[in-house]
């Protein structure tokens, strides 16, 4: 035991690393400790690129989806709706289809909430 001050720092914790923990990893983690997140998975036919059934949404922190009942099925709709304005003559490029639904979810949500959950698409070809 000693006397003397010791000088230091935080020590990030990411997972199984400790110490670096990159700015983008903790700007995520700020904007779903003030804002939540939300799932958004689609089931698209890989052959003619439409949806298959109702677009599964799941959300963390951001709305009671008991209590949102109404918000939860016009998302629903606004996802069935950016799919289906996606080209259905081309297969559905993954990527370009998860962004789509990524910036469009995200401004249908600040719009209809004033808040800004991370949007997470998950697209499931079959």
Same mark, same amino acid.
């Given at each position: 035991v000693f006397k003397e001050k ?17 700015? $983008?990893?903790? %700007?995520? %983690? %700020? ?9 958004? $998975? ?12 109702? =677009?599964?949404? $799941? ?6 989806? *008991? @209590?949102?009942? !109404?918000?939860? @099925?016009?998302?629903?709709? *606004?996802?069935? #709706? ?5 080209? =259905?003559?081309? =297969?559905? !490029? !993954? ?8 910036? @469009?979810?995200? #401004? ?5 909430? #004033?808040? %800004? =959950? ?9």
């Amino acid at each position: 035991v000693f006397k003397e001050k010791v000088n230091t720092d935080y020590v990030m914790v990411d997972g199984l690393g400790i110490g670096d923990v990159s700015e $983008i990893v903790l %700007r995520d %983690r %700020r904007m779903m400790a003030g804002d939540g997140m939300i799932v958004v $998975i689609a089931t698209i036919d890989a052959k003619t690129g439409s949806i298959i059934g109702n =677009p599964d949404i $799941i959300s963390r922190g951001f709305v009671h989806m *008991k @209590e949102n009942r !109404d918000l939860i @099925e016009k998302t629903r709709a *606004k996802v069935k #709706q950016i799919v289906k304005d996606n080209n =259905p003559m081309t =297969p559905a !490029d !993954d990527d370009y289809l998860k962004n789509k639904i990524r910036n @469009e979810m995200g #401004q249908f949500l600040f719009v209809s909430t #004033q808040r %800004r =959950p991370m949007v997470l698409p998950v697209i499931i070809k079959v």
